[in-house]
């Protein structure tokens, strides 16, 4: 694990949240809409301050987001600077800024990452191909099996595999996931020194493969075995010019339909009660911090990756029309407009209240999935 490359990651997702909040903020302050707060994170208060202009701001305990209180933020309140008396417009692009913020995050995260080297996190990823180039291919360990030569030499998962060599001196260089079988076929039940690089430092590791025999007798039982016992993948890093904000338009819309897909399967599997399968295909804070951890071993354009993925997955979750959320305030004022129903203070706290309390209620099962998953 990098410190360093951990430290900064954690410092963009805290980022990720002003960046939200200021959306709102600044869209508030245009709209002459008075804003009261600006929290990170959800009460009980940690630290705050007042500023000059009367604006308090608020560091709070629980790590779930941020927020901006604004003077009359009910939808019925009437008062000159408060948000109930702004116009409709006006309420729209203050409960929008914050997504907005966050998209316009992750198209300048995935431009940049695209102009310096993008990882290649899906298959199919999208991209231009006349303008990428591969600027790095990394044979990871993904896997290790137990009792497998593999992790009788020590080696551990994200070792960068190098070569394999034997003791005639013999070298197989491992330059794809797809080399690493035929080479380990290669060499079966021979000692072997395999070459990989770990935080930085070359080592060597020393093992002896299984032979023949072994992996084809496998095969007939339910455990088949490797000849070394590990599964490799790749990290790829690709490069474009010209067409960096077209890949980073691309990519956003690719991960926006696969962040959909799962939202779907998540609610299929909550209706039919299978509330722990579904907290399985998310992650809280603690899964984030385990992901930005193992990610720190990859580099600054993994984490950077992590933050736009973060950042547009927020964008997402707030556009939708989910009770407590900018998208479910949104929606809620605009079906009452619909209805062409006044939606008092009581009716609004009482909807946005219970949307709270299921997605707190959410969160705890998260964390308790991720503890249990990471730890």
Known sequence: MSPVLLIIGLLFFIALVVVHEWGHFIAARRGGVEVEEFGIGFPPRAWSRKLKSGLLLSINWLPLGGFVKLNGEHDSATHKGSFGAAPLGTKVKIMLAGVGMNLLTAFFILTFLALIGIPKIIDNQFTVSRDTNVVRNDVLVGFVAEDSPAQKSGIKIRDQILSIENDNNEKEIINSANALPEATQNFA????????????????????????????????TSTPKGYLGISPTEYTLQRSTWSAPIVAAGLIKQLTVATLDGLGSLVTNLFKGNASEATKQVSGPVGIFVILRDGSLLGIQFILMIIAIISLTLAIMNALPIPALDGGRLFVTLLYRA?????????????????????????????????????
Do not use: C, W, Y
Not at 356 to 368: E, P, Q, R
């Open 339 to 375: 209805m062409k129903k006044p939606l008092t203070k009581e009716t609004e706290e009482k909807i946005h209240g219970t949307g709270f309390a299921v997605l707190m209620l959410l969160f705890v099962l998260i964390t308790i999935v991720d503890v249990r998953r990471f730890f």
């Open 189 to 220: 039940g021979q000692n072997v020194t395999i070459n990989i690089v770990r935080d930085k430092s070359p080592q060597q590791l020393k093992t002896t493969l299984r032979t023949n025999d072994e992996v084809k007798a496998s095969e007939k």
